[in-house]
């Protein structure tokens, strides 16, 4: 990572360290889309004339939204359409002598973004009209692969941080936002909850929002053979030290408690059934048990 980059990474992280709050309000105004783009100051402009090669060039309108072309001279073309500029350069060659004079004209780049974190390749980003977040982070080589995609940091001049969930996007549940000249992008690393005890697959794992007790004890493997589905607890990290949940799993299950949400990095533990260790012992005897007749430490997590 370059200094440029570094020190434009460093101010964003710093701004979004003093933010107090994510804008949902932010995030209805990104995804305004213009009907039709207005040339801007700093636009980068493809000119193209059918029959006139020594006329075709790329022109960036300056800082008084203005571009020079060869004949014609400066055109003020800022808050202008790509169509409104087109029929005024052709009728400025009409006036030239050029008999029906045909123009394209292309914005080629219409300012940059930065995109910084977790991404392959962290840089400005060119825009053109239309670029969507999506289209942006693709341009940066996509999501690293402990990115957390589901609460992009952006940032965009006079708003407040917004929080994006890219994979919301992706499903078609939110729009993908049409992102501006100066707007930056930050991705963090993906945050984990830990599921520790009597389950088959204790670990860490990714934390998605949204996600309940269920499919986080899902992610594990269920709920081991000697594990107890009441009094699981839930370790929360509070202000001052850690919140202690305990829930009926198995009334959750039946649909008899509502299922609840977990948050990052919250330590679930489930704990051991002593009769249905006691019973797997029995069996153990004959030889037919397995490494839970011998139990397992509970977790250093929990204070039983």
Do not use: C
């Amino acid at each position: 990572m370059n200094r440029l980059t570094y020190l434009i990474t460093s101010l964003f992280l710093a701004i979004l360290a003093t933010s107090h709050a994510f804008s949902e309000e932010a995030i209805t105004t990104i995804r305004e889309v213009p009907g039709d783009y207005r040339v801007n100051a700093g636009d980068l402009l493809e000119i193209k004339v059918f029959g006139a090669d020594e006329l075709n060039q790329s022109v960036k309108v300056t800082s008084g939204g203005i571009i020079l072309l060869p004949l014609v001279g400066p055109i003020t073309v800022e808050g202008l359409s790509e169509l409104e500029i087109k029929e005024k350069i052709e009728g400025l060659l009409a006036e030239e002598l050029i008999q029906q004079p045909q123009v394209i004209v292309t914005v080629r780049e219409a300012g940059r973004v930065f995109i910084g974190g977790l991404v392959r390749l962290p840089k400005d980003v060119s825009l053109r009209p239309g670029t969507t977040l999506t289209n942006a982070i693709s341009q940066a080589g996509g999501f690293d692969k402990d990115a957390n995609v589901t609460e992009i940091r952006f940032l965009r001049k006079g708003e407040r941080v917004a929080v994006i969930d890219v994979e919301s996007i992706l499903t078609g549940k939110t729009e993908d936002p049409i992102l501006r000249d100066g707007d930056a992008i930050y991705v963090e690393e993906a945050k984990n909850f830990y599921i520790e005890g009597y389950v088959r697959k204790p670990g860490a794992f990714p934390y998605k929002k949204g996600m309940t007790l269920l499919k986080a004890i899902g992610f594990a493997g269920g709920i081991d053979d000697i594990g107890k589905t009441s009094g699981i607890q839930i370790s929360r990290q509070e202000k001052g030290g850690f919140e202690k949940i305990t829930v009926d799993y198995g009334k959750i299950k039946t649909g008899k408690a509502e299922d609840i949400f977990i948050e990052k990095e919250d330590i679930i533990y489930v704990p051991r059934s002593y009769l249905a260790s006691f019973i797997r012992g029995l069996f153990f005897t004959v030889g037919i048990g397995d490494r839970h007749s011998v139990g397992v430490n509970p977790s250093p997590w929990v204070t039983r």
